[in-house]
């Protein structure tokens, strides 16, 4: 190639270089924010007696009469990603709700449950909801050979990623759900950590952060 046919290819490179827009889009997942600050409960409302702390930067729910007792946000989601979490550190049910309200003054919840419970067998990360009827039961279970996923009593990543009336729930990097439902009962609602009847509950939850995907 000729000298000349070198120095005007190289001139139209920084042409064009200099006519790319200034503003680079954003990278992949940059819409992902924190539910919580580490700090306090900002943002979330206890319902029900049940204890909620927050100490190293950790929420720490724990059972201390025999109702049920959630920490639920402030503000409602629709379609979203959420990533977080949790640790058992006794005995005893949890679970994390969305799509979820509660009736005036009750601990009664309408919603969806993804499924935490530090019994092997117990089908951690199976769905267990509200139907169009007014009946509520399990949704969908782990497949068999996955229950034994979740770490009894050490900390779980859990990601729960809600599309439409699909369902995806993925714990410890391992598939365990994807679920589609053909007639959801609630699309929106808050998201709400908790803590089962019984008194048994002793959760802890960090890192929880949520992509909103309603808000794209």
């Known amino acids: 190639m000729k000298p000349l ?27 992902w924010v924190s539910l919580f600050n580490g700090k306090d409960l900002t943002n979330w ?4 007696h049940e204890r909620w702390t927050v100490e190293d930067g950790v929420i720490h729910g724990q059972g201390v009469s025999k109702e049920y007792g959630y920490l639920a946000t402030e503000k409602p989601y629709k379609d979203f990603h959420l990533s977080l979490r949790f640790k058992c550190d006794a005995a005893g049910n949890s679970g994390v709700f969305f799509h979820s309200s509660f009736k005036p003054n009750s601990v009664d ?44 009593y050490e900390w779980n990543e859990m990601l729960i990623r809600v599309e439409g009336n699909r369902i995806r ?7 365990m759900i994807d679920f589609t439902n053909p007639r959801p009962a609630f699309t929106e609602g808050v998201i709400a950590l908790q803590l089962h009847s019984g008194g048994e509950g002793n959760m802890r939850f960090k890192d929880l952060l949520i992509r909103d995907l309603s808000a794209h």
Do not use: C
Request: zero cysteines; charged letters at 15%.
């Open 5 to 31: 046919a070198v120095l005007l290819l190289a001139m139209a490179a920084t042409l064009g270089l200099a006519q790319q827009p200034k503003t680079r889009p954003r990278p992949p997942a940059s819409d």
């Open 45 to 48: 409302k206890p319902v029900g």
């Open 109 to 152: 919840i309408l919603g969806v449950q993804a499924e935490i419970d530090p019994v092997i067998g117990h089908h951690t990360a199976g769905l267990y909801g509200d139907f169009v009827d007014g009946t509520a039961g399990w949704m969908v279970w782990p497949a068999p050979e996955n229950e034994t996923v979740i770490r009894p």
């Open 169 to 175: 729930v993925r714990l410890n990097s391992v598939d």
